[in-house]
C-alpha cells in the first residue's frame, strides 16, 4: 500500500527555517516524481516543489525560487523540502504527492499525482 507521511511543520517567525520531510514506503520511489503542494485556508491548492523520478528534474514555484530546495533519498525513502527565509505568506497546509514518472520533467499541476499525504502545518507568524 502506498503511503507518503508529512513532517516537520510548525510555527516559525518571518525569516526563519524549516525543513518539511515525506516519508514513502509502499513503492519504489526512483520511479516516480514528488510534488509538495500548499493550501492556505481559503486558497487553492498550489504547487511548490517537485523533483523527478530519477531526480534530474526539479521545479519550482516562481513565489518559493532561492528559498526553498527540494531533494530526495532513495536508499531512505525520503523527500525533504528545506524552506528558508520563511515569510507570512508561505503559511499553510503543506502535502507530498507522488505520480509515476512518466517524463524527463515533473509536474506542478496537483490534478496530475494521484497519491497525497495527510500534510503539515506552516505557520509563519511573528
Known amino acids: 500500500q502506498l503511503r507518503l507521511v508529512e513532517s516537520g511543520g510548525d510555527l516559525v517567525q518571518p525569516g526563519g527555517s524549516l525543513r518539511l520531510s515525506c516519508a514513502t514506503s509502499?513503492?519504489?520511489?526512483?520511479?516516480?516524481?514528488i510534488g509538495w503542494f500548499r493550501q492556505a485556508p481559503g486558497k487553492e491548492r498550489e504547487g511548490v516543489s517537485c523533483i523527478s523520478g530519477g531526480g534530474l528534474s526539479t521545479n519550482y514555484a516562481d513565489s518559493v525560487g532561492g528559498r526553498f530546495a527540494i531533494s530526495r533519498d532513495n536508499a531512505k525513502s525520503m523527500v525533504y523540502l528545506q524552506m528558508d527565509s520563511l515569510k507570512p505568506e508561505d503559511s499553510g497546509d503543506y502535502y507530498c504527492s507522488a505520480v509515476p514518472s512518466v517524463q524527463a520533467t515533473c509536474r506542478m499541476t496537483h490534478t496530475s499525482y494521484v497519491h497525497w499525504g495527510q500534510g503539515t502545518q506552516v505557520t509563519v507568524s511573528s
Open positions: 509502499g513503492f519504489t520511489l526512483p520511479s516516480y516524481d
